[in-house]
């Protein structure tokens, strides 16, 4: 989340027995850089540091096969310039980074972008070929997409197709994602210039509340410390992203959807499974 949990700073030469002491500060450097070149002026200014923290950290497991999911925050305002101090900070000590993978968003328009931004930097600082870094793109490709792509113009170099691939139409798959909203007891959220993809922090308890004829009302997430709703009480239900939609609930039944079906050992590193029962109706 933050540099002070990468206690390992130090990198090996690719191709010397010489050592980098301090490749995270190598990194911060060519940010710096990159926040002063006159060609990318106007493009970013502050980027996400627990984000070029997780960079760092992969880059530095995996030096010869960094290749960095950049829509996390901000393509072109944190994503790419992150992942280009990262490549370049790799590129000194000898490494080659492979490139950038978009999963989100308008994917013609930013491979387009990210390309303009690494041939800047190629010119920029003269690092021969880092204007041919590879793109891949994902997120729901198929040979739709791909016309649609051709048609608009992109740069992108490859395609990560797998859904469409592997599941045929007449059993399509039900999409599903995995968001962490805390860690070590501490609520994280996710913040997304796509108002959807943005989350509600913290461990959460969710109930379905119905109605005195048996459908449902609907469904209430509250902290996993709250008091859970009651049948037959009176309920104030927020919507979580626009103010003005409430509405208060009296519940004939409610039902909790979250099941734990099993929590591990406490003082252990035991993953937590916590499976939702989604009924549909």
Not at 121 to 145: H, P, Q
Not at 150 to 163: L, M, P
Not at 166 to 183: D, E, F, R, S, W
């Amino acid at each position: 989340m933050n540099f002070d949990e990468i206690t390992e700073r130090s990198l090996p030469y690719a191709n010397s027995s010489k050592v980098c002491q301090d490749f995270v500060s190598l990194i911060q450097h060519w940010l710096s850089k990159l926040q002063a070149a006159d060609s990318l002026q106007g493009v970013f200014s502050e980027t996400n540091q627990s984000e070029l923290a997780a960079f760092t950290s992969y880059a530095m497991a995996l030096p010869t096969e960094f290749l960095a999911l950049v829509d996390t925050y901000d393509v072109m305002r944190s994503g790419i310039p992150n992942f280009c101090a990262v490549a370049l900070a790799l590129h000194e000590v000898g490494y080659k980074a492979k490139g950038i993978r978009l999963d989100s968003g308008d994917l013609a328009y930013f491979s387009i972008e990210a390309r303009k931004f690494f041939c800047a930097i190629e010119e920029e600082f003269g690092v021969s070929n880092f204007g041919r870094l590879n793109i891949t793109a994902s997120n729901d490709i198929n040979e739709a997409t791909l016309d649609a792509l051709n048609k608009q113009g992109h740069e992108v170099d490859a395609f990560g197709i797998g859904t469409h691939l592997v599941t045929c139409y007449t059993q399509p798959a039900l999409g599903g994602v995995y968001k962490l909203v805390q860690i070590n007891g501490q609520p994280r959220i996710k913040l997304s210039e796509d108002l959807t993809k943005v989350t509600i922090p913290c461990k959460k308890q969710c109930y379905r509340l119905y109605g005195k004829d048996g459908y449902a009302l609907v469904d209430l997430m509250i902290g996993e410390n709250e008091p859970p709703p009651k049948a037959g009480e009176r309920i104030l239900c927020r919507h979580p992203f626009t103010e003005s939609k409430r509405a208060y609930v009296i519940p004939r039944r409610v039902e909790q959807l979250y099941k734990c079906f099993w929590a591990g050992k406490s003082g252990d590193n035991t993953v937590f499974l916590l499976w939702t029962y989604m009924h549909i109706r």
